[in-house]
């Protein structure tokens, strides 16, 4: 019976030792040889689970098709500063630039990820629907840091364009410094399509250019020299005719303001005219950011008016009798007003979102901005010109007559008062209105363009600019500092 029982036990055991063999093989353990195991997904990039179908890139980069890299190899495109455009866009083959990889992309539905490193890229023109994910390593998986990858614009923003729905996530936009008085906004990014979504994205903008001053008026020319006492000295102003109170008075009369002309018997010279009324100082900039032909700017200082007067003429000089005959000179003419000084340009603004079309949507980001502009200066008013001299006397018989004369060589010893009165200067032009202060703002939305922003979005504003020194010797307004902005 225990001989039986003993020859049962041994052949379950022969038998449950036949079942786990495989032609002698040992079975795998642990899963060793398993298909559905990558390398790759070992690491940062998780495991993976199923062997090719879909693989949306994500926040952990998680090659969860066993393919390799996130996202689907052979359908999206690969991008690294290592590759060439002439590569087939796989994670070991990628290409060198964005635009090629999403030629490749937009044209079977597949998506451009990019690995970590500088690129620069001053425009994305590209039809259709497409994404862009930034912030891998080498090796395309684990999760993107939106540092790691740089789009940096040599001139002016990034400008996305063409595209009907445009997605970028995981990187950094970079603008380049504005580039002439003409473009003086600094822009990180500009949005010319239908719809763009930023998820995870930093938009850095640098300084707004500073507004260049306005040139100094022209000074007036000088009035003319008095004749003699039997005309009146006329002024004529870059070729025009000036009004009748700026010539000069004839002999022994008073000028058009009433002052005295010269008396010969009490030694009292002839009284000068006065200066003119100095021009309108132009208006200051308000600074408001306008769309002008697609440019960011804001207006200028308006320019200092050249409308001041001419200086008055001077009164006639007296005459009267010592051992010589003197009859009174003719007073000289005003001066010529100065021209208005030309208004100082706002600052630049800096900007980090420039929403020209459609909506945008940003998520997760943050936006950057720098130092708006400072405003320009006003140009100062150009110096009325100098007064006419006097005209001198006529003296019988003839004497000699100083030219110009003084208390101390006056032959008449009368205080030169058979001398005419000098003019008065001409008014100074104008003061130039000063150029506002840049403002600063995160995102700028044209007439009609629109963008949502989630609460994990975050803004990090420069300072504004100064205004420019303009009306009234005060100062034009500075900028504003601003999350966002709808054009008017």
């Not at 997904?41 to 949306?56: F, R, Y």
């Not at 507004?211 to 020299?225: F, L, T, V």
């Not at 980090?352 to 405003?375: D, F, K, Q």
Request: hydrophobic share 30%; proline share 6%; with cysteine.
């Amino acid at each position: 019976m225990r001989s039986s029982k003993r020859l049962i036990l041994v052949g379950l055991l022969s038998l449950c030792a036949c079942g786990s063999s495989n032609n002698g093989a040992p079975a795998p353990q642990d899963g060793a040889g398993d298909p559905a195991t990558d390398a790759g997904a070992t690491g940062e990039g998780g495991t993976c689970t199923t062997h090719g179908g879909a693989d949306e890139p994500d926040d952990q980069g998680i090659d969860a098709n066993c393919d390799g890299a996130d996202g689907v190899v052979g359908v999206d495109v690969y991008v690294s500063n290592a590759g060439t455009d002439t590569n087939a866009g796989t994670p070991a083959q990628p290409l060198r630039t964005i635009a090629a990889a999403l030629r490749i992309a937009t044209g079977r539905g597949g998506k451009v990820l990019v690995s970590s490193g500088a690129y620069s890229v001053d425009s994305i023109k590209v039809p259709g629907a497409w994404s862009v994910f930034g912030g891998y390593s080498s090796n395309y998986v684990g999760a993107p840091k939106r540092a790691a990858t740089i789009l940096g614009s040599a001139s002016g923003g990034l400008l996305i364009d063409q595209a009907s729905s445009a997605r970028l996530a995981h990187l950094t936009v970079r603008g380049a410094a504005p580039m002439d008085d003409k473009h003086p906004s600094a822009l990180g990014l500009i949005s010319n399509v239908d719809k763009l979504a930023l998820d995870d994205v930093e938009i850095d903008a640098v300084d707004g250019r500073d507004g260049a001053p306005g040139a100094d008026g022209a000074r007036g020319d000088s009035g003319a020299h008095g004749g003699d006492g039997n005309s009146q000295t006329r002024l004529v102003c870059r070729g025009f005719a000036q009004p009748s109170f700026s010539y000069g008075a004839m002999a022994y009369t008073p000028n058009a303001e009433g002052h005295r002309p010269g008396d010969f018997s009490s030694a009292r010279p002839a009284e000068p005219g006065s200066a003119g009324a100095p021009g309108t100082d132009g208006a200051d900039a308000t600074g408001v950011p306008a769309l002008v032909d697609g440019v960011l700017v804001a207006d200028q200082g308006a320019p200092g008016s050249s409308n001041g007067r001419p200086g008055f003429g001077g009164p006639g000089g007296g005459g009267g009798t010592t051992d010589v005959q003197y009859i009174g000179g003719g007073g000289g003419s005003g001066g010529c007003p100065g021209a208005g000084g030309a208004g100082g340009m706002s600052g630049g603004a800096s900007v980090a979102l420039l929403v020209m079309r459609g909506s945008v949507t940003l998520t997760r980001s943050n936006l950057h901005t720098a130092l708006g502009g400072a405003g320009g200066d006003g140009g100062a008013g150009g110096s009325g010109g100098a007064g006419g001299q006097p005209g001198q006397p006529t003296a019988v018989p003839s004497a000699n007559l100083p030219d110009p004369c003084t208390s101390t060589n006056d032959p008449a010893q009368r205080n030169c008062a058979a001398y005419g009165g000098k003019g008065g200067a001409g008014g100074d032009g104008g003061h130039g209105g000063g150029g506002a202060g840049g403002w600063t703002i995160a995102v700028v939305s044209a007439a009609g363009a629109d963008a949502q922003i989630d609460a994990a979005t975050t803004f990090d504003l420069g300072r504004p600019g100064s205004g420019g020194t303009g009306n009234g010797g005060g100062r034009a307004p500075n900028g504003k500092s601003l999350r966002a902005y709808a054009l008017p």
